[in-house]
């Protein structure tokens, strides 16, 4: 097993995300991908949850939305945040690989899209489209 | 002790059991978080417990509600892929496809086979990360051969 993370990074100061995902399992992974990175982040379990935390005032650089959620699901969660005026880059991250479900995820307002499992190398791709 | 480690972690990949995920998984560790991957497999194995005792539950509901059993499957599936349990991974593809289909005999053959993979699979986790925890880490995460 690795002994040495190879993205290890110091905590940015400016870059922060949002993991939306009911998934434990998943929410770990994301969580551990995102600090590898240097990104401070914080996980929510439904997409309900992801509008609540922007009311109260919080924003982030990069959303992860997961799509299949139970309360609120991120279809649904997108569609909202950006009626809400959120800017931030979402990123959709789901296990559907049917091209009309994607789309419809994607017309709710995605920057982009990654089908699970996240690896590094997608996270990194997502990422460098914040960045411009 | 760390060749045999190193022999049991390569046929977990030669025989199927994991793939590519689960070296991405090993990458995120570092000397901050030494056992990532043992955590993230347990947290799978006590989450999963609990969907596959749902499938079970549902299944003794006749008639079957597919839909419901596609649901508990596609949760199942999602965290089996993210910890590259590729063979459990497969069996759930499998279940799905009955799902979709409507074939009630199909899901039960199919989620007999699955519980065996993910038995087998556990008992193979448990015996390398306890020899792990006995040898100590790896200095690299290696592709398998």
Redesign the interface.
Known sequence: MAAQGRHGGKKSNKMTALVVDDNTVNRMIHHRLLDNLGIENVAVVNGKEAVDIHCSGKTFDLILMDMDMPVMNGIEATRQLREMGIRSMIAGVSTRSMEREIREFIEAGLDDYQEKPLTMSKLISIIHKING | MRRQLAIMRQSLFDQGYLDE?FI???????????N??E??VT??FR?SARLILNIQQALERKPFDFNKLDGYM??F???S???GANKVKAESTLFREYCRSANAEGCLRAFQQLKKEYATLRKKLEAYFQL?RQTG?????SRPK
């Open positions: 995920q991405e998984l090993e990458e995120l560790q570092d000397d901050a978080n030494p990532f991957v955590e993230v947290l799978y989450d596609h949760q599936k999602g965290s892929s993210s910890i792990a880490p790896l200095e690299t995460a």
